[in-house]
């Protein structure tokens, strides 16, 4: 089922939350809205299961307007950021509870969610309360809950949130391998950028209500359309133009940054005095001389923090820009703090954004 | 929800109802009392109460006695849930069985058994006098003092225990690391954190025994006290004057407004600490410091539990008249009550199940809405019905006689106003207890219900209500045991051959009747503590869980 808002606005307390929203996600995507806390993607998730009522616009699933269904008619399954699983409740109980509500025998339905358990890892665990489950199990069942009903839609509130590193890229590969063989459409909640890359088809990024960017995770990462994007995916060093007077076109452009004329690329149009210069960390080389490269400003390191793979190091530009800059293999191994360098990059590296 | 014009949702419509069923029973009284006030034609009961001087003696007197109980108390209570929470000792396992004290023993039977043991007729008493010594008389000061002290130190005790129980241990460490000594760390960093706790909790010390009508009247002799001239100005036998009690009323309501004001000001200027961090574990004492403090807790323990022996005794001691035979054991007493006049034992079992009943699901409806379903109407609904906390029993016994004596709905002499005082009494913490369950259910375990496709009310029959149900458990048996216990309000609004348990103790403790007291009283006891027991014992509720 592909899903599709058109001009949706949702307010929270009298004040927009989401505004004039437009957007279509095909069928079988795995949709991920990822943006900082507070930029309204929670919102809209749960504007979707039918939680918080729209003020206006329509949200179709297939071709069918839901917006003024209620939520337990939109057959929608939801993971929890909590997990939300009844506690008074076994684990097959949860599990069962969705298909009791669709009027499925005990016989009929037994079979089903012990495949359910089969299928997220939880076999033996059906007699367990959630109090005696781990973080990932309760996970694992609070997935099982909202797949074994066979939801058009899944929706997913930050899941992976309450679990640790180890456990949260183990719960990655599961979800997106259960995701991937069930079809289901499904919509994401993260302010986890890795997770968004590593899980998804198309990412929304987010900032303040509007969606900034939609584009798969190659595109988000790779051709961020504005700053915002390119800092909250992957951090990006960013340099303002304010000399910058003439609309730019996609393509090669010769800027005029405060540390004289750069060569730059563009991806997207932009329009004048809104534009500015991003470099990716690891596309900058710190070099003894102006070396190959098109691009070269004098710098200073400030700082070197060895992390085994790579080293970050912080500099300083002539006028007072701070960057950051990700090395790896052993080059460069002598530079030291103080010491003064050029920083080198690609015409390709220096992309254009809208500020 | 959709467009502009919506028709009113149905949450917001049994709010509407709740709010002017609430309205009608516990605002309207407290109204038609402070109208009451300024008197009808007649003279203004505060022109009469600025006219005589004892009125303005009788509101200083009873801030002194406020005063004086609360610092008690506090010596009582701090101490002890200080060691209780830090220190292991010889028998701390009765130490934390205190909070269940106060709720078994009612207020009336703790001033009856230090009576009976310090009375002008009591064991001790006498006692002393055969052995050449002329002990002061206990009515007065030095009783009131002593036996309110007592009843309420535990209020002290559960709310400072529950603060430095939840404090983070790690703060008096980091303290101590920076360099200052461990008591000086403790006054400096412990204290600060734990103040608003203790002083939140003597506040309400303070305000319970402004509003003390038991032990007042009994004990209280020539001392003039508010609450005592509030009830005898309502039930005053040369004709009750309705301005003056209701003046009488509406000072007691204002003070008691005044200070849960501070107190209200005092916990939102605090930020509390949560229960994050490491708890403090409890250090075995041992040797004559154990010894020590264990003694001197199960002094205070000792004390605690002495109405209960004397209770006992007295139930089963041969009496004539007023004058009790210590040492002639009988079961005279206890055949006397339940085949002569078993009716108070009727009457406050009929009661108290409906208030219980009525009262429960009230509270339980009114909770919902507040926490789950808030809309406009809501946050008045929730201060309406934390009103009656701010009004002693006997103010509302007053303002329900007043109001339902006659008019509209007139309930006076009939067992509805009874239980009406009950539930009224009983509803802020009743409402309160609901609530603090409630806010811990979190709202997407009903939403989860929802998304699986259940529809919304059977989705709260389905997950949220199975989750309360210890909670309500819990709630049920407080109010059962605070409503057989009841005196203030229903002593004001009964009528003859209503008499429930506590007032009939009352009496006959007015009479000198001890013994007869007595075996009421140990009924009152056991109907309060065999369904503790239940629920504890049995169906393993922890009824401290979710705060008073």
């Not at chain 1, 009791?100 to 969610?113: D, H, N, T």
């Not at chain 1, 010769?254 to 960390?281: N, T």
């Not at chain 2, 200027?269 to 229960?275: D, H, P």
Request: proline share 5%.
């Amino acid at each position: 089922m592909s899903i599709a808002f058109e001009q949706l606005t949702v307010a929270f307390n009298h004040k927009a939350v989401i505004e004039d929203l437009s957007l279509v996600i095909p069928q079988g995507c795995f949709f991920t809205l990822l943006g900082p806390s507070g930029c309204g993607k929670t919102t809209l998730l749960r504007t979707i299961a039918g939680f918080t009522p729209a003020e206006k616009g329509r949200l179709l699933f297939g071709n069918k307007d839901v917006i003024a269904l209620p939520a337990h008619q939109r057959d929608i399954g939801m993971v929890f950021q909590d997990y939300a699983l009844f506690p008074d409740r076994s684990v097959f109980d949860n599990v069962a509870y969705g298909l009791i509500a669709r009027g499925w025998s005990r016989e009929r339905l037994r079979p089903a969610v012990l495949a359910m358990l089969d299928h997220v890892s939880l076999t033996g665990l059906h007699d367990r309360f959630p109090a005696a489950l781990s973080g990932g199990q309760r996970q694992r069942v609070a997935l099982a809950r909202a797949l074994v009903i066979k939801p058009q839609l899944l929706l997913m509130d930050e899941p992976l949130s309450n679990l640790d590193t180890k456990l949260r890229i183990q719960m990655r590969s599961s979800i997106c391998k259960l995701q991937k063989e069930a079809g289901i459409t499904t919509i994401f909640v993260t302010h986890d950028q890795e997770e968004a890359l590593a899980l998804s088809d198309l990412i929304g990024v987010m900032n303040n209500g509007k969606i900034e960017q939609i584009g798969s995770p190659q595109d988000i990462y790779q051709t961020p359309r504005t700053a915002f994007v390119a800092n909250f995916v992957g951090g990006a060093n960013l340099m303002p133009l304010p000399e910058l007077s003439s609309p730019i076109g996609q393509g090669y452009a010769q800027v005029q940054s405060p540390l004289g004329p750069l060569k730059a690329f563009s991806y997207h149009q932009l329009e004048a005095h809104h534009a500015c210069l991003m470099i990716r960390p690891e596309d900058i080389n710190l070099s003894l001389d102006t070396g190959l490269q098109a691009n070269h400003l004098p710098c200073r390191i400030m700082g070197k923090h060895y992390l085994g793979s790579k080293t970050h190091y912080d500099i300083i530009l002539p006028d007072g820009t701070e960057m950051v800059v990700h090395l790896s293999g052993q080059a460069h191994e002598q530079f030291g703090i103080d010491q003064s360098l050029f920083a080198c990059f690609e015409v390709e590296s220096a992309l254009l954004v809208r500020a | 929800m959709k467009g502009p014009f919506k028709a009113p949702s149905i949450w917001f419509v049994i709010s509407l109802a709740c709010l002017l069923i609430l309205g009608f029973f516990l605002l309207y009284p407290l109204v038609t009392v402070f109208l009451g006030s300024f008197g009808r034609g007649g003279a203004s009961g505060w022109a009469m109460v600025f006219a005589e001087p004892k009125y303005g003696r009788a509101i200083i007197n009873s801030l002194i006695l406020a005063l004086s109980v609360t610092g008690f108390a506090s010596l009582i209570g701090v101490p002890l849930a200080w060691c209780s929470a830090r220190y292991d000792f010889p028998g701390k396992v009765i130490v934390s069985m205190l909070p269940l004290i106060t709720l078994v023993i009612p207020e009336v039977i703790s001033a009856q058994t230090w009576l009976m043991l310090l009375g002008n007729n009591g064991v001790i008493t006498q006692w002393l006098s055969r052995q050449g010594f002329n002990p002061p008389s206990f009515y007065g000061w030095f009783g009131l003092i002593t036996v309110m002290s007592f009843t309420y130190y535990t209020y002290i005790y559960i709310g400072t225990l529950a603060a430095i129980r939840g404090f983070d241990i790690q703060l008096e460490e980091a303290a101590q690391s920076l360099g200052t000594s461990p008591l000086l760390s403790r006054i400096r960093v412990v204290l600060p954190i734990v103040l608003p706790s203790i002083l939140s909790s003597a506040l309400l010390v303070f305000t319970l025994v402004l509003g003390n009508f038991a032990v007042a009247m009994i004990l209280s002799h020539k001392i003039e006290l508010l609450s005592v001239m509030t009830y005898q100005a309502a039930v005053s036998e040369s004709g009750s004057d309705p301005a003056l009690q209701s003046t009488l009323a509406s000072i007691s309501i204002a003070i008691v407004m005044l200070v849960l004001f501070a107190q209200r000001h005092i916990l939102s200027g605090s930020r509390r600490e949560t229960t994050q961090g490491r708890k403090a574990v409890a250090v075995r004492l041992t040797q004559w410091r154990g010894a020590l403090i264990g003694l001197l807790a199960g002094l205070v323990i000792v004390i605690s539990l002495m109405p209960l022996a004397v209770l006992i005794a007295g139930a089963f001691t041969r009496a004539r008249g007023p004058v009790m035979r210590w040492g002639e054991w009988t079961f005279a007493n206890i055949e006397r009550v339940l085949n002569n006049a078993p009716d108070p034992l009727i009457n406050s079992l009929v009661y108290s199940l409906w208030a219980t009943v009525i009262g429960i699901v009230a509270s339980t409806l009114i909770s919902y809405l507040i926490v789950k379903k808030r809309n406009s109407l809501t946050p008045l609904l929730d201060y309406i019905a934390m009103l009656p906390l701010a009004v002693s029993g006997t103010a509302i016994g007053i303002s329900l006689l007043m109001t339902f004596n006659s008019g509209m709905v007139s309930m006076s002499g009939t067992a509805g106003i009874i239980i009406l005082a009950y539930i009224v009494r009983r509803f802020p913490l009743g409402v309160r207890n609901a609530s603090s369950t409630l806010y811990n259910i979190h709202d997407s375990i009903e939403e989860a219900s929802v998304s699986l496709g259940v529809p919304p009310f059977r989705s709260f029959l389905n997950v949220v209500l199975p989750l309360m149900v210890p909670a309500i458990m819990a709630a049920t048996v407080l109010t059962w045991t605070t409503t057989v216990a009841e005196l203030s309000a229903s002593i004001i609004v009964y009528s003859g051959g209503r008499e429930t348990l506590p007032i009939q103790i009352f009496r006959l403790i007015d009479s000198g009747l001890m013994a007869q007291a007595s075996v009421y009283g140990l009924i009152l006891v056991l109907m309060i503590i065999l369904p503790i027991l239940a629920i504890t014992r049995i169906m393993k509720v922890d009824l401290f869980s979710q705060g008073r």
